[in-house]
């Protein structure tokens, strides 16, 4: 059983960042897979960005590419992600995930029933 809780979510500006962090509970932290997604009203859960269990490959969706970074920290936990160049269309609640396959293809990353924990969201809000 892994419990996962976000925070660093909060109201900012275009053009601005911000960074989430996602801290897991448990012992088998680094042995899991960990994915971002984000909810905006009216819309279904998205893909946002992943990355493996050993920290040693990501993927982002299109529309976050070069902008924002996924990263993990397994001594304390803990996956980040720090978002630059943020745009009124990244408004959303963003939740992390984790998913105890270790799946070495890519795609298996994108969906969220592929994902065996979920964290409770933190809300981001970007005013144009």
């Known amino acids: 059983q892994v419990q996962l809780v976000e925070s660093g979510g909060g109201l900012v500006q275009a053009g601005g960042s911000l960074r989430l962090s996602c801290v897991g509970s448990g012992r088998t932290f680094s042995s899991y897979g960990m994915g971002w997604f984000r909810q905006a009203p009216g819309k279904e859960r998205e893909f946002v960005a992943a990355i493996r269990w050993s920290g040693g490959s990501t993927n982002y969706a299109d529309s976050v590419k070069g902008r924002f970074t996924i990263s993990r920290d397994n001594a304390k936990n803990t996956v980040f992600l720090q978002m630059n160049s943020l745009k009124p269309e990244d408004t959303a609640v963003y939740y992390c995930?984790?998913?105890?396959?270790?799946?070495?293809?890519?795609?298996?990353?994108?969906?969220?029933?592929?994902?065996?924990?979920w964290g409770q969201g933190t809300q981001v809000t970007v005013s144009s």
């Open positions: 995930a984790a998913t105890a396959t270790r799946a070495y293809y890519s795609g298996y990353y994108y969906y969220t029933r592929n994902y065996d924990y």
